[in-house]
């Protein structure tokens, strides 16, 4: 408080107290990292070849349920689609087409955790259906999920290659997430090769977005989910600079948002915020996967969920987009039940089958209850792949307590008081500049 200083004066004083704390801090973080830095754990994460391997032997395990494709990607190295469904029901339960889910992981290099999200959910949807669980046997029965756990081999290749935990793009340097036909070569992206927005030199150049752009159009899913690191937050589309110019919005975005604001609640708020991309940050994107899905597919339920981040800009990018090896699982586990709003309303939506715990119980009793889970085998890093089904997640009120002690776990178990303080500024800072786009990580 300054009894000198108008009103006006006094508030442009706090802020330009917290900005340049904020840059302090920056710049104590840049230079502190040290004692509470981290790199990938691979007896917890998966590499490249450990992917690959473990991909195909869950497919091998549930031939039933799971159906693997592979294609090539712009260095010749495999892209896994991996088919999820009952393949002895060829319609839903009341005679409709299945609808398709697609989901990506794994489209940015740096981003560890989305492709061991793929594994959490494909495991744990993979065990409770072989447990005879109704809601799993229900979504396995009438839905078919298409999964492409890492949809940029290349680019994690390099990185692991080169150590540089920073890289985004594709080996060939191309942002696949500004390499789609939507608004392409907008300015938010960028002709420079060397810059971590690169779009490439023309819209499809890479053979993962031709293979994703061609699957989407075969195949038409009622929902598509994006998944990302470096924050925690729901998004929806648009993305690009024209959207943002015009307010366009697409044409379900009521519905989406509606959406979204469930999936925050379902996971015991573990996200932060839900919102349209071009309102919610203060930087545009053209080019994007999700905007293709939405703009030209018009696929009704479209996101983009950055579904971990420390918001502080470390030069160690690994810290800033991906937890430590000993938290992942507790992080996993708090992201489950975020799918289901979207797997259950992508299903009424285009079917209008609706679940029934009694009606999908006598399913499950009628098919002789399926039991023993061999695709536990693929996951004995037992830090980061432990079933999380020893507890039944039988309520929202369950999933809510859980998630919220596992916030609370994972701030207690922080190594300093200066990780928090520098967490908590790191939000100051990022909300006080302006020019994050030329400050901060693309998304």
Not at 341 to 368: H, I, M, N, Q, W
């Amino acid at each position: 408080y300054y009894p000198d200083y108008t009103g006006s004066e006094q508030r442009l004083m706090g802020e330009l107290f917290f900005f340049v704390l904020s840059c302090v801090t920056f710049v104590l973080a840049q230079h502190n990292d040290g004692g509470n830095d981290y790199y990938p754990d691979y007896t917890t994460y998966h590499n490249v070849e450990s992917y690959g391997a473990a991909v195909k032997q869950l497919a091998a395990l549930n031939p039933d349920i799971v159906r693997l494709e592979t294609t090539r990607s712009s260095q010749g190295q495999d892209v896994h689609l991996i088919r999820l469904s009952d393949l002895s029901l060829p319609k839903t339960y009341n005679g409709q087409d299945k609808p398709k889910i697609l989901i990506t992981f794994g489209e940015h290099a740096r981003e560890f955790i989305p492709v061991e999200s793929f594994f959490h959910l494909v495991y744990n949807l993979t065990t409770d259906y072989r447990q005879g669980d109704p809601l799993a046997q229900f979504l396995i029965s009438n839905v078919e999920f298409l999964l492409i756990g890492m949809l940029n081999p290349d680019g994690r290749r390099y990185l692991e290659t080169s150590k540089d935990y920073c890289w985004r793009k594709t080996g060939t340097a191309v942002d696949l997430n500004r390499n789609f036909g939507w608004e392409f070569g907008g300015p938010g992206s960028s002709g420079d090769p060397k810059s971590e927005e690169y779009r490439g030199p023309s819209a499809f150049s890479e053979a993962e977005s031709r293979f994703l752009r061609d699957l989407a159009h075969k195949e038409q899913p009622v929902a598509y989910m994006s998944m990302h690191s470096g924050a925690q937050d729901i998004f929806v589309s648009y993305a690009d600079t024209e959207s943002k110019r015009i307010r366009r919005r697409h044409f379900n975005v009521d519905a989406t948002l509606t959406l979204a604001r469930e999936m925050k609640h379902k996971s015991g708020n573990y996200f932060q915020s839900v919102g349209i991309v071009y309102e919610a940050n203060d930087y545009t994107a053209d080019g994007t996967i999700g905007d293709y899905m939405a703009g030209v597919l018009n696929i009704p339920f479209v996101f983009v969920l950055e579904i971990w981040g420390d918001r502080i800009d470390y030069q160690n990018c690994f810290r800033q987009f991906n937890p430590r090896a000993d938290h992942l699982k507790q992080d996993l586990d708090a992201l489950f039940p975020v799918y289901f709003p979207v797997f259950l309303e992508g299903l009424r939506y285009a079917t209008k089958l609706t679940y029934s715990p009694d009606a999908a119980k006598t399913l499950v009793d009628s098919k002789s209850a399926k039991t023993g889970s061999k695709s536990s085998e693929l996951f004995n890093r037992e830090a980061a792949h432990k079933s999380a089904t020893s507890g039944k997640r039988s309520s929202g009120r369950q999933q809510s307590q859980s998630s919220r002690a596992t916030e609370s776990s994972r701030l207690d178990d922080l190594h300093s008081g200066l990780d928090r303080v520098e967490r908590m500024l790191g939000v100051v800072r990022n909300r006080l500049r302006g020019w994050r786009k030329g400050e901060g990580f693309a998304r």
